[in-house]
């Protein structure tokens, strides 16, 4: 998967303008590039709240429950990431844990082997 910093987006190539009305690309706020998975993650559960939220009883409770468990999984990997880069670079089973949690995070562009 590209890394998300490097993507331009169709809808302003680029440029972070949006061309129907000059306003900042709804797709990267007007930066040019795709913010990181992380945030890209945080607006779709925003969109989806939004949505959900207006049309209440079950689905809405059952998509607030979901966005929830998705926030506390990314801030449980976050904290496994930030503890894992406190071990030795030669602790290998460190190193696959780093690997994984970067791999759904996606906070640090893979190196090549």
């Known amino acids: 998967m590209p890394d998300s910093s490097t993507q331009t987006r169709a809808t302003c190539y680029?440029?972070?303008?949006?061309s129907s009305d000059l306003s900042a690309c709804p797709d990267c706020a007007g930066m040019g590039t795709l913010p990181s998975g992380l945030v890209l993650t945080e607006w779709r559960l925003r969109q989806l709240e939004q949505i959900y939220a207006t049309q209440g009883g079950e689905p809405g409770q059952d998509v607030m429950w979901l966005a929830t468990e998705v926030r506390?999984?990314?801030?449980?990997?976050?904290?496994i990431l930030a503890a894992s880069q406190d071990a030795d670079d030669s602790d290998a089973i460190a190193s696959k844990i780093r690997f994984l949690a970067?791999?759904?995070?996606?906070m640090y562009p893979p190196k090549p082997v």
């Open 102 to 106: 970067n791999d759904v995070l996606g």
């Open 14 to 18: 680029g440029e972070g303008v949006a």
């Open 72 to 79: 506390r999984a990314h801030h449980a990997l976050l904290q």
